[in-house]
């Protein structure tokens, strides 16, 4: 059974013919070739495909593409605009990624965190990525790295970056 | 894991959806959130041949106080009781419940009705809806009936829901007087469905006699189940230690856990036994607030 889908991947609109049982993250990475979204789970548990539905974080793997149909849709590769985006720098600066995996879907989650809540507590960041999982870097440089952005964000002088080895 | 092959239509009103579901009958199901759905679609634990996503159906989602009730409707995702300023304010049992579902993404999708209309005995908002009294409303194509919570939950996934109908809104009575209410489960892990978890809604007067109790449990019996004797134990008497700890030895007794990679039956028994002691504490606490 097949439906043509309309959407707006990082600006730019598509038309794509899709099964009405493939899964978004399949239209993203197979048919718009945006691979930088992945897939660790496939049981809606890892994060790894989170991206952004109308300036949502959802989780790819378990939303229908045809359910994205006249929205908006954001993944990782649009978010460096004029250089690297403050969450994408403050990953960088403070070792927020090690072998890089759930990164993609650790920045959208942390996009609209930031967006909602521009100043987290430490708290509330461990709670807000605690949809996505990261099997490397024991989160506490990715806890650093979104207060980081944070801070950039909020125009303050940004935390020094010491990472944290453990 | 891709779903097996089904044909989708999302009508923009509820006439024709239910025109829809009434000509697809059992084959079809319908998409809210899709959180449970979905999953269960993937595994090919279901495979329903027609999906009806309501989303595009203007009226399904609010969350306001009218005419001596709260009233939620279906497609309220949990993000938005989350952020809901009257929620947060009069009825802290959701922001208790919904903190405990699942996971930010997840709450961005899954819907309040869909937690209820999926009929599992393991998901939050059951048993907070059995301590809250709620009202269902269930719509189709001859009108709405509205269903008591307690006459909701039929079965392992099935409730009082038919084919042809729409769950379209829970109407909880506004409590008076000296209310408190509030929901915890035993989880292992964020995202993780309840060990055993318990909601309680209790109003007392100024001589401390409780007059409104409900008791609602998760994922200790096959459907979600309301602790009535625990419940009456309390009713219209003076809350003491002594009574809370009686109503929580029947509730451990009344329920019937099964043994999963959990705990066995006997632990989660004592569990309930704990929560429903802790959970009617802090209901009374947030009563005397
Ligand atoms: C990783 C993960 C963790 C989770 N953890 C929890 C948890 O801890 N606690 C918890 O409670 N839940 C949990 N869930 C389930 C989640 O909350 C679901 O969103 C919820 O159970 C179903 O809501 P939905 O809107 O997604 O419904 P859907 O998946 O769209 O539908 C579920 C069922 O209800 C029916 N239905 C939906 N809406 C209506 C309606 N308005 N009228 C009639 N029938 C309807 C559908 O046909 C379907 O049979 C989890 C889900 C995931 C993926
Ligand atoms: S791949 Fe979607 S949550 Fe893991
Ligand atoms: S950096 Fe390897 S999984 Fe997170």
């Not at chain 1, 990624?97 to 967006?115: D, I, K, N, Q, S």
């Not at chain 2, 092959?5 to 079809?28: I, M, R």
């Not at chain 2, 309220?76 to 802290?92: A, F, G, M, N």
Request: glycine fraction near 8%; hydrophobic fraction near 35%.
């Amino acid at each position: 059974m097949k439906k043509q889908i309309t959407v707006t991947v990082n600006g730019e609109q598509h038309t794509v013919e899709v099964e009405t049982r493939t899964l978004l993250v399949h239209t993203i990475r197979e048919q718009l070739r945006l691979t930088g979204t992945h897939i660790g789970c496939d049981t809606s548990s890892c994060g790894a495909c989170t991206v952004l539905l109308d300036g949502k974080s959802i989780k790819s793997c378990t939303v229908l593409s045809i359910q994205a149909d006249g929205k908006e849709i954001s993944t990782v590769e649009g978010l460096a605009k004029d250089g690297l985006h403050p969450l994408q720098e403050g990953f960088k600066e403070n070792h927020g990624l090690h072998c890089g995996f759930c990164t993609p879907g650790m920045l959208m989650r942390a996009v609209e965190l930031l967006e909602k809540n521009p100043n987290p507590t430490e708290e509330e960041i461990r709670w807000g990525i605690s949809g996505n999982l990261c099997r490397c870097t024991g989160y506490n440089n990715i806890v650093k790295a979104i207060q980081y952005a944070g801070a950039k964000m909020r125009g303050e002088e940004t935390p020094s970056t010491e990472p944290e080895f453990v | 894991m891709i779903p097996a092959p089904f044909d989708y239509a999302a009508p923009a009103t509820l006439a024709e959806a239910f025109s829809l579901l009434e000509q697809h009958g059992d084959e079809a199901k319908i998409l809210a959130g899709g959180h449970s759905l979905i999953p269960m679609m993937k595994l090919r634990f279901a495979s329903p041949e027609f999906l009806v996503d309501i989303n595009n159906i203007p009226g399904l989602s609010h969350i306001k106080e009218e005419n001596g009730y709260l009233k939620i409707g279906a497609l309220t995702r949990e993000t938005e009781l989350d952020e809901s300023e009257v929620i947060r304010s009069k009825y802290p049992i959701f922001t208790d419940a919904s903190k405990l579902i699942a996971d930010p993404q997840v709450r961005n999708m899954g819907t309040v009705g869909g937690n209820i209309a999926h009929g599992d005995a393991a998901n939050d908002h059951p048993a907070v809806m059995l301590a809250l009294r709620a009202e269902v409303d269930i719509s189709s194509s001859e009108g709405t009936r509205s269903v008591p919570i307690d006459e909701f939950f039929y079965g392992f996934y099935m409730t009082a829901v038919q084919p042809h109908e729409i769950l379209t809104e829970i109407r909880i009575p506004i409590p008076n007087g000296k209310t408190g209410n509030a929901y915890h489960k035993l989880e292992r892990k964020v995202g993780d469905y309840a060990t055993a978890g318990v909601a309680v809604q209790i109003t007392i007067d100024d001589a401390g006699v409780c007059t409104y109790i409900g008791i609602g449990l998760t994922n200790v019996n096959p459907v979600p189940l309301r602790a009535v004797r625990s419940e009456e134990v309390l009713l219209g008497q003076k809350v003491t230690d002594e009574l809370i700890k009686e109503a929580a030895k029947y509730a451990s007794e009344d329920c019937n856990p099964s043994e999963d990679l959990r705990g066995d039956e006997a632990y989660k028994r004592s569990m309930v036994n704990v929560l429903v002691k802790r959970i009617i504490h802090k209901a009374l606490e947030r009563a005397h607030a």
